[in-house]
């Protein structure tokens, strides 16, 4: 079997498994009966489960922020975007919420932020990018634990009244 096809296989499996038992009770063999692939399959692609978490969550925010590239102009559509493409994997946010795994995002969303960031160089001092980075995931992982509460709107102008004064002189 090719490996993004076992990937995905053992992805699907990890989030139906995690809809029902916590992560920490789930077996390999348990997962990769689900999934239906080899133990060998899986160790040689994953070290343990939370390596499929980690790829999910850096394969997913890399994916939201390469579609929107982030600039002065389009600001505002860029984050709403981006909040919307969050939502539409709301699902597994939500699964990986009640497994106590939604910090395991925060280097992906920290680090692709500050990418974006730093792209428009528009900041103050070299401090306010890394404020901002760790601000969007605190902001992203809230929302997720209030249940997705606010409308994309909604979420986007708390996110730019945050930027208010800070980012632009």
């Known amino acids: 079997m090719k490996a993004p096809v076992a990937k995905q296989y053992l992805y699907e499996a990890l989030f139906r498994l995690m809809a029902k038992m916590d992560y920490r009770s789930i077996s390999v063999s348990q997962l990769v009966s689900v999934a239906g692939v080899s133990r060998s399959t899986f160790y040689r692609n994953y070290y343990d489960m939370l390596d499929i978490v980690d790829e999910f969550y850096k394969d997913a925010i890399s994916e939201i922020y390469s579609k929107y590239p982030l600039s002065e102009s389009t600001m505002s559509s860029v984050i709403k975007n981006i909040f919307s493409e969050l939502k539409s994997k709301r699902n597994e946010f939500e699964i990986l919420n009640r497994q106590g795994l939604l910090d395991r995002m925060s280097p992906h969303v920290y680090n ?41 709107e909604e979420i986007t102008n708390i996110f730019l009244k945050s930027l208010e004064g800070y980012m632009f002189s």
């Open 112 to 152: 692709t932020s500050l990418k974006q960031i730093n792209n428009m160089g528009v900041w103050h001092n070299r401090y306010q990018p890394h404020f901002f980075a760790g601000a969007s995931f605190a902001l992203i992982k809230a929302w997720i634990e209030y249940g997705f509460e606010e409308t994309e």
